[in-house]
Protein backbone atom coordinates (compact mmCIF):
# COMPACT_ATOMS: atom_id res chain seq x y z
CA UNK A 1 0.00 0.00 0.00
CA UNK A 2 1.32 3.74 -1.08
CA UNK A 3 0.98 6.80 1.69
CA UNK A 4 -1.43 9.57 0.87
CA UNK A 5 0.18 12.68 -0.09
CA UNK A 6 -0.84 15.29 1.95
CA UNK A 7 -1.43 17.70 -1.12
CA UNK A 8 0.12 20.58 0.96
CA UNK A 9 3.37 21.56 1.59
CA UNK A 10 4.80 20.65 5.27
CA UNK A 11 6.31 24.37 6.09
CA UNK A 12 3.43 27.24 5.78
CA UNK A 13 3.57 29.19 2.07
CA UNK A 14 0.53 31.52 1.23
CA UNK A 15 1.52 30.31 -2.39
CA UNK A 16 3.55 27.38 -3.62
CA UNK A 17 4.15 24.86 -6.42
CA UNK A 18 5.40 21.60 -6.19
CA UNK A 19 8.52 22.91 -7.83
CA UNK A 20 9.12 25.34 -4.85
CA UNK A 21 9.24 22.91 -2.29
CA UNK A 22 12.80 21.05 -1.35
CA UNK A 23 13.24 17.41 -2.49
CA UNK A 24 13.16 16.48 1.91
CA UNK A 25 9.83 18.33 1.54
CA UNK A 26 8.46 16.68 -1.22
CA UNK A 27 9.40 13.00 0.15
CA UNK A 28 7.40 14.01 3.40
CA UNK A 29 4.48 15.45 1.96
CA UNK A 30 4.45 12.06 -0.47
CA UNK A 31 4.75 10.28 3.02
CA UNK A 32 1.60 11.86 4.00
CA UNK A 33 0.48 11.61 8.12
CA UNK A 34 -0.53 7.85 7.88
CA UNK A 35 2.98 6.95 7.45
CA UNK A 36 5.86 7.38 9.61
CA UNK A 37 8.87 7.38 9.20
CA UNK A 38 9.31 4.31 10.30
CA UNK A 39 7.32 2.46 8.32
CA UNK A 40 8.44 4.17 5.48
CA UNK A 41 12.19 2.90 6.13
CA UNK A 42 11.03 -0.52 7.10
CA UNK A 43 8.88 -0.43 3.65
CA UNK A 44 12.12 0.53 1.85
CA UNK A 45 14.68 -1.41 3.62
CA UNK A 46 16.11 1.93 4.20
CA UNK A 47 17.61 2.79 8.01
CA UNK A 48 15.53 5.20 9.73
CA UNK A 49 18.18 7.89 9.64
CA UNK A 50 18.66 7.45 6.21
CA UNK A 51 14.86 8.17 5.74
CA UNK A 52 15.42 11.38 8.51
CA UNK A 53 18.42 12.44 6.31
CA UNK A 54 16.32 12.52 3.08
CA UNK A 55 13.60 14.44 4.32
CA UNK A 56 15.46 17.02 5.64
CA UNK A 57 18.02 17.12 2.31
CA UNK A 58 20.81 16.44 3.97
CA UNK A 59 21.96 13.33 1.12
CA UNK A 60 19.78 11.41 -1.22
CA UNK A 61 21.64 8.93 -3.55
CA UNK A 62 20.15 7.36 -6.64
CA UNK A 63 19.67 4.02 -4.87
CA UNK A 64 17.83 5.55 -2.17
CA UNK A 65 16.06 7.92 -4.28
CA UNK A 66 14.48 4.84 -6.60
CA UNK A 67 13.73 2.37 -3.24
CA UNK A 68 11.84 5.86 -1.74
CA UNK A 69 9.71 6.32 -4.96
CA UNK A 70 8.82 2.94 -5.50
CA UNK A 71 7.57 2.51 -1.82
CA UNK A 72 5.82 5.94 -2.38
CA UNK A 73 4.16 4.63 -5.45
CA UNK A 74 5.55 7.88 -7.96
CA UNK A 75 8.34 8.40 -10.15
CA UNK A 76 11.64 9.54 -9.36
CA UNK A 77 10.61 12.83 -11.38
CA UNK A 78 8.03 13.56 -8.87
CA UNK A 79 10.12 13.15 -5.89
CA UNK A 80 12.39 15.46 -7.47
CA UNK A 81 10.07 18.23 -8.59
CA UNK A 82 10.16 17.73 -11.68
CA UNK A 83 6.52 16.81 -12.38
CA UNK A 84 3.81 17.35 -9.60
CA UNK A 85 2.25 13.99 -7.86
CA UNK A 86 -1.65 13.84 -9.19
CA UNK A 87 -4.03 16.25 -7.61
CA UNK A 88 -6.33 13.24 -6.54
CA UNK A 89 -4.58 10.47 -5.43
CA UNK A 90 -5.04 8.65 -2.85
CA UNK A 91 -3.10 5.11 -1.02
CA UNK A 92 -5.00 2.86 -3.02
CA UNK A 93 -5.25 4.65 -6.18
CA UNK A 94 -1.24 5.25 -6.45
CA UNK A 95 -1.06 1.32 -5.95
CA UNK A 96 -2.77 0.51 -7.90
CA UNK A 97 -1.92 2.64 -11.13
CA UNK A 98 1.64 1.61 -10.73
CA UNK A 99 0.38 -2.36 -10.76
CA UNK A 100 -1.96 -1.87 -13.96
CA UNK A 101 1.27 0.39 -15.66
CA UNK A 102 3.84 -2.04 -14.82
CA UNK A 103 1.05 -5.20 -16.17
CA UNK A 104 0.03 -2.65 -19.38
CA UNK A 105 3.59 -2.30 -20.63
CA UNK A 106 5.23 -5.36 -19.33
CA UNK A 107 1.94 -7.41 -21.59
CA UNK A 108 2.74 -5.54 -24.83
CA UNK A 109 6.45 -5.80 -24.55
CA UNK A 110 5.53 -9.68 -24.73
CA UNK A 111 7.44 -10.24 -20.97
CA UNK A 112 4.75 -12.92 -20.21
CA UNK A 113 4.61 -14.08 -16.28
CA UNK A 114 5.63 -17.22 -15.68
CA UNK A 115 2.92 -19.60 -14.51
CA UNK A 116 2.73 -23.63 -13.58
CA UNK A 117 -0.52 -23.33 -15.12
CA UNK A 118 -1.97 -21.24 -18.02
CA UNK A 119 -5.67 -20.05 -17.66
CA UNK A 120 -8.15 -21.33 -20.05
CA UNK A 121 -9.63 -18.76 -22.60
CA UNK A 122 -13.36 -19.19 -20.29
CA UNK A 123 -11.41 -18.04 -17.14
CA UNK A 124 -9.74 -15.53 -18.50
CA UNK A 125 -13.03 -14.34 -20.02
CA UNK A 126 -14.91 -14.64 -16.30
CA UNK A 127 -12.16 -12.40 -14.97
CA UNK A 128 -12.63 -9.92 -17.08
CA UNK A 129 -15.98 -9.65 -16.83
CA UNK A 130 -15.52 -9.68 -12.75
CA UNK A 131 -13.65 -6.63 -13.90
CA UNK A 132 -15.74 -4.96 -15.82
CA UNK A 133 -18.75 -5.51 -13.08
CA UNK A 134 -16.43 -3.68 -10.82
CA UNK A 135 -16.02 -0.63 -13.05
CA UNK A 136 -19.66 -0.53 -13.34
CA UNK A 137 -20.15 -0.33 -10.24
CA UNK A 138 -18.07 2.46 -9.86
CA UNK A 139 -15.39 0.35 -8.11
CA UNK A 140 -12.84 2.26 -10.63
CA UNK A 141 -9.48 1.04 -8.23
CA UNK A 142 -11.05 -2.40 -7.75
CA UNK A 143 -11.12 -2.62 -11.45
CA UNK A 144 -7.89 -1.78 -12.18
CA UNK A 145 -6.10 -3.78 -9.45
CA UNK A 146 -7.92 -7.06 -10.27
CA UNK A 147 -6.48 -5.99 -14.02
CA UNK A 148 -3.36 -5.87 -13.49
CA UNK A 149 -3.09 -9.68 -13.03
CA UNK A 150 -5.76 -10.25 -15.46
CA UNK A 151 -3.82 -8.72 -18.04
CA UNK A 152 -0.71 -11.30 -16.87
CA UNK A 153 -3.15 -14.08 -17.17
CA UNK A 154 -4.46 -13.55 -20.80
CA UNK A 155 -1.24 -12.66 -21.23
CA UNK A 156 0.06 -16.27 -20.51
CA UNK A 157 -3.58 -17.78 -21.79
CA UNK A 158 -2.71 -16.33 -25.16
CA UNK A 159 0.88 -18.17 -25.36
CA UNK A 160 -0.27 -21.28 -24.62
CA UNK A 161 -2.96 -21.31 -27.21
CA UNK A 162 -1.99 -23.46 -30.48
CA UNK A 163 -1.02 -21.57 -33.72
CA UNK A 164 -3.87 -21.09 -35.40
CA UNK A 165 -6.31 -21.09 -32.25
CA UNK A 166 -5.64 -17.89 -30.86
CA UNK A 167 -8.00 -15.60 -31.64
CA UNK A 168 -10.43 -16.43 -28.79
CA UNK A 169 -7.24 -15.36 -26.21
CA UNK A 170 -6.54 -12.86 -28.29
CA UNK A 171 -10.14 -11.12 -27.77
CA UNK A 172 -9.80 -11.67 -24.03
CA UNK A 173 -6.40 -9.89 -23.89
CA UNK A 174 -8.14 -6.92 -26.25
CA UNK A 175 -11.05 -6.77 -23.53
CA UNK A 176 -8.61 -6.96 -20.75
CA UNK A 177 -6.42 -3.98 -21.83
CA UNK A 178 -9.86 -2.07 -22.58
CA UNK A 179 -10.35 -2.36 -18.75
CA UNK A 180 -7.33 -0.97 -18.16
CA UNK A 181 -7.48 1.80 -19.83
CA UNK A 182 -11.23 3.07 -18.95
CA UNK A 183 -9.93 2.47 -15.54
CA UNK A 184 -7.29 4.65 -16.20
CA UNK A 185 -9.22 7.23 -18.29
CA UNK A 186 -11.12 7.52 -14.44
CA UNK A 187 -8.42 7.69 -12.67
CA UNK A 188 -6.99 10.58 -14.80
CA UNK A 189 -3.74 8.68 -16.40
CA UNK A 190 -4.33 9.71 -19.32
CA UNK A 191 -1.41 8.53 -20.55
CA UNK A 192 -1.91 4.84 -19.55
CA UNK A 193 -5.17 4.85 -20.84
CA UNK A 194 -3.75 6.19 -24.13
CA UNK A 195 -1.16 3.37 -24.16
CA UNK A 196 -3.92 0.31 -23.19
CA UNK A 197 -6.30 1.56 -25.80
CA UNK A 198 -3.82 1.19 -28.55
CA UNK A 199 -2.96 -2.12 -27.49
CA UNK A 200 -6.29 -3.11 -27.16
CA UNK A 201 -6.62 -1.91 -30.89
CA UNK A 202 -3.57 -4.52 -31.55
CA UNK A 203 -5.17 -7.61 -30.11
CA UNK A 204 -8.59 -7.09 -31.27
CA UNK A 205 -7.22 -6.59 -34.73
CA UNK A 206 -5.38 -10.16 -34.06
CA UNK A 207 -8.80 -11.48 -33.02
CA UNK A 208 -9.90 -10.39 -36.08
CA UNK A 209 -13.17 -9.63 -34.45
CA UNK A 210 -15.08 -6.43 -35.95
CA UNK A 211 -17.43 -5.81 -32.73
CA UNK A 212 -13.95 -5.86 -30.62
CA UNK A 213 -12.51 -3.56 -32.80
CA UNK A 214 -15.41 -1.21 -32.88
CA UNK A 215 -15.52 -1.49 -28.98
CA UNK A 216 -12.04 -0.13 -28.76
CA UNK A 217 -12.76 2.47 -30.79
CA UNK A 218 -15.26 3.73 -29.07
CA UNK A 219 -12.96 3.40 -25.93
CA UNK A 220 -10.51 5.64 -27.93
CA UNK A 221 -13.13 8.05 -28.10
CA UNK A 222 -13.81 8.45 -24.49
CA UNK A 223 -10.33 8.93 -23.34
CA UNK A 224 -10.19 11.30 -26.27
CA UNK A 225 -13.52 13.27 -24.97
CA UNK A 226 -11.70 13.08 -21.44
CA UNK A 227 -8.74 14.73 -22.63
CA UNK A 228 -11.03 17.45 -24.09
CA UNK A 229 -10.37 16.17 -27.89
CA UNK A 230 -13.73 16.47 -29.26
CA UNK A 231 -13.54 16.57 -32.94
CA UNK A 232 -11.43 13.41 -32.93
CA UNK A 233 -13.97 12.16 -30.41
CA UNK A 234 -17.00 12.63 -32.23
CA UNK A 235 -15.31 10.99 -35.50
CA UNK A 236 -14.04 8.02 -33.96
CA UNK A 237 -17.43 7.51 -32.06
CA UNK A 238 -19.43 7.73 -35.26
CA UNK A 239 -17.26 5.49 -36.80
CA UNK A 240 -17.48 2.75 -34.59
CA UNK A 241 -21.38 3.09 -34.58
CA UNK A 242 -21.62 3.00 -38.62
CA UNK A 243 -19.04 0.06 -38.15
CA UNK A 244 -21.16 -2.06 -36.13
CA UNK A 245 -24.70 -1.05 -37.08
CA UNK A 246 -26.97 -3.99 -37.07
CA UNK A 247 -30.17 -4.95 -39.20
CA UNK A 248 -32.76 -4.68 -36.32
CA UNK A 249 -34.89 -7.66 -37.89
CA UNK A 250 -32.14 -10.39 -37.20
CA UNK A 251 -29.14 -8.66 -34.72
CA UNK A 252 -28.57 -10.21 -31.35
CA UNK A 253 -29.27 -8.55 -28.49
CA UNK A 254 -25.02 -8.56 -28.18
CA UNK A 255 -25.59 -6.28 -31.15
CA UNK A 256 -27.96 -4.11 -29.99
CA UNK A 257 -26.13 -3.71 -26.62
CA UNK A 258 -22.66 -2.56 -28.50
CA UNK A 259 -24.36 -0.21 -31.17
CA UNK A 260 -27.10 1.39 -28.72
CA UNK A 261 -24.31 2.41 -26.24
CA UNK A 262 -22.27 3.78 -29.62
CA UNK A 263 -24.47 5.93 -30.74
CA UNK A 264 -25.53 6.82 -27.58
CA UNK A 265 -22.07 7.86 -26.88
CA UNK A 266 -21.75 10.10 -30.17
CA UNK A 267 -24.99 12.02 -29.04
CA UNK A 268 -22.94 12.71 -25.54
CA UNK A 269 -20.07 13.65 -27.77
CA UNK A 270 -22.06 15.81 -30.52
CA UNK A 271 -23.89 17.49 -26.94
CA UNK A 272 -21.01 18.36 -25.39
CA UNK A 273 -19.45 20.27 -29.18
CA UNK A 274 -22.87 22.18 -28.94
CA UNK A 275 -24.36 20.51 -32.40
CA UNK A 276 -28.21 20.28 -31.02
CA UNK A 277 -29.27 18.50 -34.52
CA UNK A 278 -26.56 15.73 -34.77
CA UNK A 279 -26.99 15.19 -31.14
CA UNK A 280 -31.01 14.63 -31.72
CA UNK A 281 -29.97 12.22 -34.59
CA UNK A 282 -28.60 10.07 -32.28
CA UNK A 283 -30.40 10.42 -29.33
CA UNK A 284 -33.66 9.12 -31.54
CA UNK A 285 -31.69 6.03 -32.84
CA UNK A 286 -30.53 5.46 -29.02
CA UNK A 287 -34.48 5.22 -28.27
CA UNK A 288 -35.37 3.06 -31.31
CA UNK A 289 -32.28 0.93 -30.19
CA UNK A 290 -33.42 0.72 -26.58
CA UNK A 291 -37.12 0.09 -27.61
CA UNK A 292 -35.98 -2.61 -29.77
CA UNK A 293 -34.38 -4.29 -26.88
CA UNK A 294 -36.94 -3.66 -24.18
CA UNK A 295 -34.89 -3.93 -21.13
CA UNK A 296 -31.54 -3.38 -19.73
CA UNK A 297 -28.45 -5.64 -21.08
CA UNK A 298 -25.18 -6.25 -20.69
CA UNK A 299 -22.67 -7.28 -23.06
CA UNK A 300 -19.12 -6.79 -24.21
CA UNK A 301 -18.19 -5.17 -21.51
CA UNK A 302 -20.72 -2.40 -21.70
CA UNK A 303 -24.39 -2.02 -20.82
CA UNK A 304 -27.70 -0.64 -22.61
CA UNK A 305 -31.47 -0.68 -23.02
CA UNK A 306 -34.39 2.02 -22.55
CA UNK A 307 -33.72 3.53 -19.22
CA UNK A 308 -29.92 3.77 -20.04
CA UNK A 309 -31.68 5.71 -23.70
CA UNK A 310 -33.76 7.86 -21.36
CA UNK A 311 -31.43 9.01 -18.27
CA UNK A 312 -27.85 9.61 -20.72
CA UNK A 313 -30.56 11.67 -22.87
CA UNK A 314 -31.39 14.19 -19.41
CA UNK A 315 -27.63 14.60 -19.32
CA UNK A 316 -27.35 15.22 -23.25
CA UNK A 317 -30.22 17.57 -23.10
CA UNK A 318 -28.18 19.53 -19.78
CA UNK A 319 -24.84 19.85 -22.06
CA UNK A 320 -27.03 22.08 -24.84
CA UNK A 321 -28.41 24.08 -22.48
CA UNK A 322 -32.06 22.45 -23.23
CA UNK A 323 -33.20 22.49 -19.10
CA UNK A 324 -36.58 22.26 -20.45
CA UNK A 325 -36.41 19.40 -21.91
CA UNK A 326 -34.22 17.87 -19.31
CA UNK A 327 -36.23 18.33 -16.72
CA UNK A 328 -39.36 17.28 -18.42
CA UNK A 329 -37.79 13.72 -19.43
CA UNK A 330 -36.68 13.29 -15.94
CA UNK A 331 -40.55 13.64 -14.79
CA UNK A 332 -41.43 10.54 -17.37
CA UNK A 333 -38.13 8.25 -16.05
CA UNK A 334 -39.66 5.92 -14.05
CA UNK A 335 -37.48 3.35 -11.47
CA UNK A 336 -33.29 3.16 -12.62
CA UNK A 337 -32.47 0.03 -10.44
CA UNK A 338 -32.01 -1.75 -13.99
CA UNK A 339 -29.03 0.58 -14.29
CA UNK A 340 -25.49 -0.11 -13.16
CA UNK A 341 -24.29 1.76 -9.93
CA UNK A 342 -22.06 4.13 -11.72
CA UNK A 343 -25.25 4.87 -13.87
CA UNK A 344 -27.54 5.50 -11.74
CA UNK A 345 -25.51 8.30 -9.96
CA UNK A 346 -24.69 9.39 -12.89
CA UNK A 347 -28.34 10.22 -13.62
CA UNK A 348 -28.21 12.05 -10.69
CA UNK A 349 -25.77 14.41 -10.69
CA UNK A 350 -27.35 15.02 -14.61
CA UNK A 351 -30.27 15.68 -12.72
CA UNK A 352 -28.97 18.01 -10.03
CA UNK A 353 -27.24 20.02 -12.53
CA UNK A 354 -30.45 20.14 -14.02
CA UNK A 355 -32.37 21.67 -11.16
CA UNK A 356 -29.62 23.82 -10.57
CA UNK A 357 -29.68 25.51 -14.23
CA UNK A 358 -33.53 26.08 -13.24
CA UNK A 359 -32.80 27.39 -10.22
CA UNK A 360 -34.37 24.91 -7.91
CA UNK A 361 -31.12 24.76 -5.58
CA UNK A 362 -32.85 22.96 -2.55
CA UNK A 363 -33.84 20.22 -4.69
CA UNK A 364 -30.58 20.07 -6.50
CA UNK A 365 -28.36 20.26 -3.73
CA UNK A 366 -30.90 17.12 -2.33
CA UNK A 367 -30.08 15.05 -5.43
CA UNK A 368 -26.40 16.00 -5.21
CA UNK A 369 -25.89 15.23 -1.47
CA UNK A 370 -28.14 11.43 -2.18
CA UNK A 371 -25.73 10.72 -5.22
CA UNK A 372 -22.53 11.53 -3.11
CA UNK A 373 -23.61 9.42 0.01
CA UNK A 374 -25.06 6.50 -1.84
CA UNK A 375 -21.30 5.82 -3.44
CA UNK A 376 -18.64 8.12 -2.07
CA UNK A 377 -16.22 6.33 -3.53
CA UNK A 378 -17.26 6.39 -6.99
CA UNK A 379 -18.51 10.15 -6.64
CA UNK A 380 -14.22 11.65 -5.60
CA UNK A 381 -13.83 11.01 -9.39
CA UNK A 382 -16.45 12.92 -10.78
CA UNK A 383 -15.65 16.37 -11.76
CA UNK A 384 -19.76 17.39 -11.75
CA UNK A 385 -20.52 17.40 -8.55
CA UNK A 386 -17.79 20.60 -8.23
CA UNK A 387 -19.24 22.15 -11.17
CA UNK A 388 -23.26 21.44 -9.72
CA UNK A 389 -21.95 23.67 -6.59
CA UNK A 390 -20.74 26.32 -8.51
CA UNK A 391 -24.08 26.82 -10.04
CA UNK A 392 -25.49 26.88 -7.17
CA UNK A 393 -22.98 29.02 -5.68
CA UNK A 394 -23.06 32.20 -3.51
CA UNK A 395 -25.75 30.19 -1.13
CA UNK A 396 -24.81 30.24 2.47
CA UNK A 397 -27.54 27.36 3.71
CA UNK A 398 -26.52 23.97 5.79
CA UNK A 399 -27.18 21.77 3.18
CA UNK A 400 -24.62 23.52 1.02
CA UNK A 401 -22.35 23.63 3.22
CA UNK A 402 -22.58 19.70 3.82
CA UNK A 403 -22.40 18.77 0.17
CA UNK A 404 -20.02 21.03 0.09
CA UNK A 405 -17.63 19.06 2.29
CA UNK A 406 -18.70 15.45 0.94
CA UNK A 407 -17.12 16.69 -2.20
CA UNK A 408 -13.99 18.10 -0.80
CA UNK A 409 -14.14 21.84 -1.08
CA UNK A 410 -15.45 24.50 0.75
CA UNK A 411 -18.54 26.26 0.54
CA UNK A 412 -18.16 29.37 -1.26
CA UNK A 413 -18.71 32.58 0.26
CA UNK A 414 -17.02 35.95 -0.41
CA UNK A 415 -14.14 34.89 1.53
CA UNK A 416 -13.10 32.21 -1.30
CA UNK A 417 -10.98 33.48 -3.69
CA UNK A 418 -12.22 33.13 -7.42
CA UNK A 419 -8.79 31.74 -8.36
CA UNK A 420 -9.37 28.76 -6.66
CA UNK A 421 -12.77 28.26 -7.24
CA UNK A 422 -11.79 28.34 -11.07
CA UNK A 423 -8.75 26.24 -10.02
CA UNK A 424 -10.81 23.29 -8.46
CA UNK A 425 -13.33 23.29 -11.41
Known amino acids: MCPTPTGSPPTARTSWAWSDLSTGERIKALRGRELTQQALAERTGLSLHTVQSAEQNRRLTLPTLMRLADALCVDTAVVLGQQPPRGSA ?6 TVRALSLAVHDTSAGLVPEADEAPTPA ?10 DLYWQ ?3 TEAGGLTAPLLGD ?5 HAQPDGQRAEAWGHLSDAYRVAAYSANLM ?3 DLAYAAIGHAAFAASQAADDLRRALVESGRAWVYLRDARLPEALALA ?9 RFSRATVGELTAYGSHINFAAVVASRMGDADRAGDYLSQSHATGARMGREERAHGTLFGPTTAATQAVGIHVALGQTGKALGLIDTIGPTSALSNASQRRYELDKAMALADARLWDRSLETLEAALTASPVWARYQQLPRVILEKVGKGSTARLRRVAKLVGRPAWGADYPTATRQASL
Open 123 to 132: EVGATCRRAW
Open 90 to 95: RRSDLA
Open 154 to 158: AAVCL
Open 188 to 190: GVR
Open 238 to 246: EKSALTIEP
Open 138 to 140: GRY
